[in-house]
């Protein structure tokens, strides 16, 4: 009676305990992309998807949750279970720049996802029109700041990561520009060849065509650190102590996610990001992979968040 009693208490803890206690993963496991299908962000995820995939031996499926610059995706991650089964590429508009310039998310500012690892970094440049008047960066903020028009900036939309980029370049030239957003990188830097606007702050893969078909002329990079592809340009942060630009995407899983379970993501990505056909997607994008983990992680998002709320603070962003 007792043993009987014995085994079936057993088998109610067993059927109890948490899903991620047993073998990870059992089942398919899905990654939420907050942009639409097509754009740099699904397309490196579906990249690392496909190498995780082979990794843990259970299909990583990528599930497109558009809209809010990213923070549909974003609350939805930020609700799921902590079993490992629901994670997130994010991007730097979800995890710095949306929660320091918009107060209605969907979820709480402050709400601790599990940091994983870097998957890329893509380098910024700052590009003009191939018949630009400027022929430096110094030479367009001084006649920025002595023109009462003065100048005017592209962006892909409020908010995004070259947005932040311009706004810096205003706060910390003290220059006065004047923002054009577009729904899309493809409109922005249309009009920026058309010289309907002065200057854009891009990832150097989104404008390589252009400069390398003689369209758009770069001035200046970034980046902290200098491109080999432009040795003639310096770096902004050479210019104005403290610009730094850039994008990047990582992966990223709800609040309180095991350690036994962040290690086998970990090692997933990992190999997922080493693979040869994911380099080369990267490199012919103009970005670089990063696999970083989550203390290298964590110290980005702190630099970020710091400079970003600087300028969002001097220059009274709201992007409600």
């Not at 843990?56 to 499926?61: D, E, F, I, S």
């Not at 629901?86 to 979800?94: K, R, Y």
Request: aromatic share 6%; charged share 15%; net charge neutral.
């Amino acid at each position: 009676m007792n043993t009987r009693f014995g085994w079936l208490l057993l088998a109610l803890c067993m059927g109890l305990h948490p899903a991620w206690s047993a073998t990870f993963p059992e089942r398919p496991v899905r990654m939420l992309v907050g942009f639409a299908a097509g754009g740099i962000t699904d397309i490196t995820a579906r990249q690392v998807a496909e190498g995780m995939s082979r990794a843990l031996g259970q299909p990583v499926v990528v599930d497109n949750r558009t809209g809010a610059g990213g923070n549909i995706a974003s609350a939805e991650l930020a609700r799921a279970q902590p079993d490992g089964y629901t994670i997130m590429l994010a991007s730097p508009g979800q995890l710095v720049v949306n929660p320091l310039t918009q107060k209605s998310l969907g979820f709480d500012p402050k709400t601790p996802f599990t940091l994983l690892s870097l998957v890329n970094e893509s380098p910024f440049v700052l590009v003009v029109p191939a018949n630009s008047r400027f022929k430096s960066v110094p030479e367009m903020v001084a006649w920025g700041k002595t023109h009462e028009a003065g100048l005017s900036f592209a962006s892909p939309g409020l908010g995004t990561t070259m947005h932040i980029a311009g706004e810096m370049l205003k706060v910390m030239a003290g220059v006065p520009a004047v923002h054009v957003p577009y729904r899309g990188g493809a409109q922005s830097t249309a009009d920026l060849v058309a010289g309907r606007v002065d200057f854009m702050i891009d990832s150097a893969g989104a404008v390589a065509a252009q400069v390398q078909g003689g369209q758009l002329r770069v001035l200046a990079v970034a980046s902290g650190r200098e491109l080999p592809q432009y040795p003639d340009a310096p770096l902004l942060s050479s210019l104005y102590p403290g610009l730094e630009a850039s994008s990047w995407l990582g992966l990223v899983g709800p609040p309180g996610l095991p350690e036994e379970v962040q290690r086998t993501l970990l090692r997933a990505v990992e190999q997922a990001v080493s693979q040869p056909q994911y380099v080369q997607m990267l490199t012919t994008r103009g970005s670089i992979p990063a696999s970083a983990g989550p203390a290298a992680f964590s110290a980005l998002l702190v630099k970020e968040r710091a400079r970003v709320e600087r300028t969002v603070v001097k220059a009274g962003l709201r992007l409600d």
